[in-house]
């Protein structure tokens, strides 16, 4: 019995890494970029859990839920089964993240105490909700998780983090894009990053003044030019566009030219996104 759930917590992590592969290859089809890896990974805690989690505060609603998340998957799935965030209870992901945590739990006790029923029904559970997860990576908000992880390691302005306000052009090794592939491989991750909250939507004054285009949509596009079999974005789309246009098969020019580089979007999104960069290139 404990065998079997060595070898599901084995056949869950090399799903990960499948998926974690899987998006690298697609990254990879965009142009070197220069990273310190060693200092944004020795970063990346205090990016997400102080950068990140900081402009998450914003909301109490959302810094609630962030810090049930990144508190463990044990305390966020007490909270949720006591009801005392009923908030989150049509979020999918947290049943999702309840069930392998608990499943898990049930089956460690199981194996512990010698009760193989208990810790079969545990090893279902987990299963069940693991594998949920582990193909969320391609096709949900799981992306979100490991891709923002990976962009906020790599980020292509860390000077933003230590504080600098950060807008001149990006070193490049040529300007404006033709394809997804002329994107730097970590802006791509950027765009997988997105978690569709949609303040970059509220704080941009050309989306208020009915103009063509809307930055949440925006990033939304770019990331479906990078993954044209993922789901389709089904939020708000650019004010008075109803068909894909022709720059890299998503975006209109008069989406780009409706932007006014404020920058707004950039300082709302939780993520840490560039969209000023992206409408540049
Ligand atoms: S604010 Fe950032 S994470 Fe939220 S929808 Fe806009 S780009 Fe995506
Ligand atoms: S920089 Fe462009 S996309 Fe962002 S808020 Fe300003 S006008 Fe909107």
């Given at each position: 019995m404990a065998g079997l759930f060595v070898l599901l917590a084995w056949?869950?992590?090399?799903?990960?890494?499948?998926?974690?592969?899987?998006?690298?290859?697609?990254?990879?089809?965009?142009?070197?970029?220069?990273?310190?890896w060693a200092r944004g990974l020795a970063a990346l805690p205090r990016r997400y859990l102080v950068d990140v989690h900081g402009v998450v505060a914003l909301r109490?609603?959302?810094?609630?839920?962030?810090?049930?998340?990144?508190?463990?998957?044990?305390?966020?799935?007490?909270?949720?089964?006591?009801?005392i965030l009923p908030a989150l209870r049509g979020a999918e992901m947290l049943w999702l993240l309840a069930a392998?945590?608990?499943?898990?739990?049930?089956a460690s006790l199981g194996i512990l105490l010698g009760?193989?029923?208990?810790?079969?029904?545990?090893?279902?559970?987990?299963?069940?909700?693991?594998a949920r997860l582990v193909v969320g990576i391609a096709t949900?908000?799981?992306?979100h998780a490991l891709a923002g992880a990976?962009?906020?390691?790599?980020?292509?302005?860390?000077?933003?983090?230590a504080g600098a306000t950060a807008s001149g052009l990006l070193p490049a090794q040529k300007f404006g894009v033709a394809t997804i592939s002329d994107f730097a491989w970590n802006r791509l991750a950027g765009f997988d990053a997105c978690i569709q909250c949609g303040r970059c939507e509220e704080a941009c004054p050309a989306f208020a003044?009915?103009?063509?285009?809307?930055?949440?949509?925006?990033?939304?596009?770019?990331?479906?030019?990078?993954?044209?079999?993922?789901?389709?974005?089904?939020?708000?789309p650019h004010p008075g566009m109803s068909s894909p246009g022709p720059v890299l098969g998503r975006l209109h020019a008069e989406t780009l030219f409706a932007c006014t580089t404020c920058r707004a979007c950039v300082s709302a999104c939780p993520m840490m996104i560039e969209h000023v960069d992206a409408v540049i290139d």
């Amino acid at each position: 019995m404990a065998g079997l759930f060595v070898l599901l917590a084995w056949l869950l992590l090399a799903g990960v890494v499948g998926q974690a592969l899987r998006l690298a290859a697609s990254w990879r089809r965009g142009g070197p970029a220069p990273v310190n890896w060693a200092r944004g990974l020795a970063a990346l805690p205090r990016r997400y859990l102080v950068d990140v989690h900081g402009v998450v505060a914003l909301r109490a609603a959302a810094a609630r839920m962030h810090q049930a998340i990144a508190g463990g998957l044990l305390g966020g799935t007490a909270l949720v089964l006591l009801g005392i965030l009923p908030a989150l209870r049509g979020a999918e992901m947290l049943w999702l993240l309840a069930a392998y945590a608990a499943g898990g739990f049930l089956a460690s006790l199981g194996i512990l105490l010698g009760l193989w029923l208990p810790a079969l029904a545990g090893i279902g559970l987990a299963a069940w909700g693991g594998a949920r997860l582990v193909v969320g990576i391609a096709t949900g908000p799981m992306r979100h998780a490991l891709a923002g992880a990976v962009h906020l390691a790599a980020h292509p302005r860390p000077e933003r983090f230590a504080g600098a306000t950060a807008s001149g052009l990006l070193p490049a090794q040529k300007f404006g894009v033709a394809t997804i592939s002329d994107f730097a491989w970590n802006r791509l991750a950027g765009f997988d990053a997105c978690i569709q909250c949609g303040r970059c939507e509220e704080a941009c004054p050309a989306f208020a003044a009915g103009q063509k285009l809307n930055p949440k949509a925006l990033i939304q596009d770019l990331a479906t030019a990078l993954h044209p079999d993922a789901p389709s974005y089904a939020g708000s789309p650019h004010p008075g566009m109803s068909s894909p246009g022709p720059v890299l098969g998503r975006l209109h020019a008069e989406t780009l030219f409706a932007c006014t580089t404020c920058r707004a979007c950039v300082s709302a999104c939780p993520m840490m996104i560039e969209h000023v960069d992206a409408v540049i290139d």
